[in-house]
């Protein structure tokens, strides 16, 4: 059973940091790419980074510069390091991870989701 699990959320002040952690279960994150999303209120969801397989890195647009994403393998678990935060990043953020299985199935997980807040 695959688990994907959040944590690291939580209320921060504009211009404020945190680091969310991705602790996974059940597959092993250096083989998939695993991606950060979020979701605002009345928005869709949205990518905000994802790291593949082989280490690259790719941020969207609003957090170029801001947020940083990483992969600790021997803990299984990735990161978003979120700085400079502003009342736009309020969101609930999802880890993803997503694979073409060497049977070319495609496998695709989500975890639960964890609010980030920033007041202004």
């Known amino acids: 059973q695959v688990q994907l699990v959040e944590s690291g959320g939580g209320l921060v002040q504009s211009g404020g940091s945190l680091r969310l952690s991705c602790a996974a279960s059940?597959?092993?994150?250096?083989?998939?790419?695993m991606g950060w999303f979020r979701e605002a209120p009345g928005k869709q969801r949205e990518l905000v980074a994802d790291m593949s397989s082989d280490s690259a890195i790719n941020y969207g647009d609003s957090e170029k510069g801001r947020f940083t994403s990483s992969r600790d393998n021997t803990k299984n678990t990735v990161y978003l390091q979120m700085n400079s935060l502003k009342p736009e990043d309020t969101a609930v953020y999802y880890c993803?991870?997503?694979?073409?299985?060497?049977?070319?199935?495609?496998?695709?997980?989500w975890g639960q989701g964890i609010q980030v807040t920033v007041s202004s």
């Open positions: 059940g597959i092993t994150v250096s083989m998939f790419t």
């Open positions: 993803n991870a997503l694979r073409i299985a060497p049977d070319l199935r495609t496998e695709y997980y």
